[in-house]
């Protein structure tokens, strides 16, 4: 019998990690394809110029101003979201787990297009004569967390929240359903903000999402797993490209696609109060540019970094775009594992 179990398990691990292949393996064969049009096309992503409290953003355009003299093609999500969609559709069979986010997934990254289509159309200038305005972009990734958290609590009915380390459950009832759409707005919204140097959001979306692969496996929830895996599998051909100097950008199609993914995978894996752990680095992104806006207005200019959000703080400070990345790739893989840690205390110690 435990021979039997182990034959199982086995072979659901191997599917899984199959998923994951596939992932990158599909991924790597869209790129080309990606690569001729946006070339060809010119799908560039215009330099920003204004920073989000309306103001000349000096230091930016200094900091990134060979970036500027070079053509970058932006929108390469999609070549993510294809991937992961078509893999998770055709070959990872467990609906009832993967329905949910891959929807998720797919909405948002519909939002995250339009505005990366409007930029790539407009002509460079201020933020908002080539992006959709922030009111707008909160407002349609706020419809699909709404839609996402209504089938969460009246479709899986779910109405608690996991307690890590103690173990115990939170009842809050059709609360449930507010809280699922702050946990994935604002994930969407950090991985966002985290995408602006080359390799830094493809990484550390990888480092959270293999983190959160292991907790759904270890649940039980082998459909979760495989999604997680087929996503990290897929980041990990776009990081290839991605990484300095960078040959393409996500864009928002990637960002706010896998930004919603993982908050709705962290309340899917009942694990949302772990989620800030596993992230930590999204929340150090996102925190330091709220901070920053907060201290301009209340504080007459005055800022609390030389630039937000806090990667471009250190370069500003004078390390090189790849220790920026590099150094965050490491606190990141920290923090997953210290929630792996607190998940595992909380459930089988």
């Known amino acids: 019998m435990e021979t039997l179990y182990i034959a199982v398990q086995t072979d659901t691990l191997i599917r899984m990690l199959l998923l994951g292949f596939l992932g990158f393996l599909i991924s790597m064969i869209i790129t080309p394809l990606y690569t001729t049009l946006a070339y060809r096309y010119e799908w560039w992503k215009k330099p920003?110029?204004?920073?989000?409290?309306?103001?000349?953003?000096?230091?930016?355009?200094?900091?990134?101003?060979?970036?500027?003299?070079?053509?970058i093609p932006t929108m390469a999500g999609i070549i993510t979201v294809v991937a992961v969609v078509l893999v998770t559709l055709l070959f990872n069979?467990?609906?009832?787990?993967?329905?949910?986010?891959?929807?998720?997934?797919?909405?948002?990254?519909?939002?995250?297009?339009l505005d990366d289509i409007?930029?790539?159309?407009?002509?460079?200038?201020?933020?908002?004569?080539?992006?959709?305005?922030?009111?707008?972009?909160?407002?349609?990734?706020?419809?699909?967390?709404?839609?996402?958290?209504?089938?969460?609590?009246?479709?899986?009915?779910?109405?608690?929240?996991?307690?890590?380390?103690?173990?115990?459950?939170?009842?809050?009832?059709?609360?449930?359903?507010?809280?699922?759409?702050?946990?994935?707005?604002a994930t969407a919204n950090a991985v966002n903000i985290s995408d602006g140097l080359d390799g830094l959001a493809g990484g550390l979306t990888a480092i959270a999402f293999g983190a959160y692969a292991v907790i759904a496996a270890l649940e039980g929830s082998f459909g979760i797993a495989g999604f997680c895996l087929t996503i990290v599998g897929a980041l990990l051909s776009y990081t290839w490209f991605n990484i300095f100097p960078a040959r393409f950008f996500m864009g928002d199609a990637g960002s706010f696609a896998l930004g919603t993914a993982l908050g709705v995978v962290?309340?899917?894996?009942?694990?949302?109060?772990?989620?800030?752990?596993i992230g930590i680095m999204f929340v150090a992104e996102a925190g330091?540019?709220?901070?920053?806006?907060?201290?301009?207005?209340?504080?007459g200019g005055k800022k609390i970094f030389k630039i937000a959000p806090i990667h471009h703080h250190f370069e500003a400070s004078g390390w090189p775009e790849t220790k920026v990345t590099m150094r965050f790739w490491v606190l990141g893989q920290?923090?997953?594992?210290?929630?792996l840690i607190l998940f595992l205390l909380g459930n089988y110690i």
């Open 93 to 113: 069979l467990s609906r009832e787990q993967t329905w949910l986010p891959v929807a998720a997934f797919a909405g948002a990254a519909l939002v995250g297009l």
């Open 334 to 339: 920290v923090a997953a594992v210290t929630g």
């Open 48 to 71: 920003r110029t204004t920073a989000t409290t309306g103001e000349k953003a000096k230091m930016f355009t200094k900091l990134h101003a060979e970036k500027h003299r070079r053509h």
């Open 118 to 185: 409007i930029n790539i159309k407009g002509s460079t200038g201020t933020l908002e004569k080539v992006r959709l305005s922030a009111k707008l972009k909160l407002l349609l990734t706020t419809l699909v967390a709404v839609v996402g958290g209504w089938f969460f609590y009246y479709k899986l009915d779910v109405s608690s929240i996991h307690i890590p380390v103690v173990g115990t459950q939170l009842e809050v009832g059709w609360l449930i359903i507010p809280i699922f759409v702050f946990v994935v707005v």
């Open 266 to 277: 962290a309340m899917l894996t009942n694990t949302v109060l772990l989620l800030p752990i």
């Open 288 to 299: 330091s540019s709220l901070l920053q806006i907060a201290s301009k207005r209340l504080r």
